[in-house]
């Protein structure tokens, strides 16, 4: 399978999983959850079942499966560090969707993972061949 096609693949996971976080985000933000116990078993049991919470499982459901074709196909310490993008995209999406302040500090944290991104990118063996 070509680069591409992989990269593609780990794109599609990626978004699929950052949109996932955001609608188990939403859906969570109109479910009550609280005490302990038995009780708190049901409210989760519950909430899982609402729109946006399933729809964010099932999200995360597909991902997997893209991403098991990324694993199958470069090396887990190349591609897993991608994630980390899944990670900037939900800061942004979280700001954008549900108008969350965003920290200077956490910014800066953004900043350095881009730029672990970028090195890991240029100097990391996707496929056991170093570059």
Avoid at 52 to 67: D, M, Q
Wanted: charge should be positive.
């Amino acid at each position: 399978m070509r680069s591409i096609v992989v990269a593609l693949f780990l794109t599609i996971a990626i978004g699929l999983g950052a949109f996932g976080q955001v609608s188990l985000k939403y859906g969570m933000s109109k479910v009550s959850i609280g005490g302990v116990g038995l009780g708190l078993v049901s409210q989760v049991a519950r909430a899982i079942f609402t729109p946006h919470v399933l729809l964010g499982f099932i999200l995360y459901g597909v991902s997997s499966c893209f991403w098991l074709v990324v694993i199958s196909k470069w090396n887990l310490s190349f591609a897993y560090p991608m994630i980390a993008i899944g990670y900037i995209g939900v800061v942004f999406l979280s700001r954008v969707l549900f108008k969350e302040h965003v920290a200077p500090m956490q910014w800066i944290g953004i900043v350095m993972m881009v730029g672990g991104l970028a090195i890991i990118t240029r100097f990391g063996a996707s496929t056991g061949v170093a570059h």
